[in-house]
């Protein structure tokens, strides 16, 4: 084989630079001990804030209900048309904010699901790391027991 032959790939490569490089290492963990919490507590928060989103909703629906049925009871029909317009735009809003709020609780969920999966990448790098000077201090003892 020649010298100028390369017998790594650019993936060992890669997987090298994670080992080699621990300030690195303690830099992301840190940062992800920062963001975590944040993350979880913003999830709480939105969570929350979509449930009350959703009660809100259902009682402006029964609002809307209610006041159709009032309106069609009373002979000389008073004019709700722009309560019922205005509380038909207050459902609107309250629609959107949940679109709204949906959209970012997916994105706090593909963030958790990235930090889980590097965190893993990190637990099995870790593992790497220790098993292979386990590997090198047993080459040195032959099969008689004796360190060569």
């Given at each position: 084989?020649?010298?100028?032959?390369?017998?790594?790939?650019?993936?060992?490569?890669?997987?090298?630079?994670?080992?080699?490089?621990?300030?690195?290492?303690?830099?992301?963990?840190?940062?992800?001990?920062?963001?975590?919490?944040?993350?979880?507590?913003?999830?709480?928060?939105?969570?929350?804030?979509?449930?009350?989103?959703?009660?809100?909703?259902?009682?402006?629906?029964?609002?809307?209900?209610?006041?159709?049925?009032?309106r069609e009871a009373l002979n000389n029909h008073p004019?709700?048309?722009?309560?019922?317009?205005?509380?038909?735009?207050?459902?609107?809003?309250?629609?959107?904010?949940?679109?709204?709020?949906?959209?970012?609780?997916?994105?706090?969920?593909?963030?958790?699901?990235?930090?889980?999966?590097?965190?893993?990448?990190?637990?099995?790098?870790?593992?790497?790391?220790?098993?292979?000077?386990?590997?090198?201090?047993?080459?040195?003892?032959?099969?008689?027991?004796?360190?060569?």
């Open positions: 084989m020649d010298d100028t032959e390369s017998t790594t790939t650019s993936a060992d490569e890669n997987t090298g630079n994670l080992c080699d490089n621990p300030t690195r290492d303690t830099l992301a963990e840190g940062l992800l001990g920062l963001l975590k919490p944040t993350v979880d507590q913003l999830d709480d928060r939105v969570r929350i804030t979509r449930i009350s989103q959703l009660e809100l909703k259902q009682q402006i629906e029964s609002l809307n209900e209610e006041l159709l049925k009032v004019d709700l048309d722009p309560y019922v317009k205005k509380l038909i735009a207050c459902k609107h809003k309250v629609t959107v904010v949940l679109n709204v709020l949906q959209a970012s609780q997916d994105r706090l969920n593909e963030i958790r699901r990235m930090i889980n999966k590097e965190k893993s990448v990190r637990t099995a790098v870790t593992e790497t790391t220790i098993q292979e000077p386990e590997q090198s201090t047993s080459s040195f003892v032959s099969d008689s027991g004796c360190i060569n």
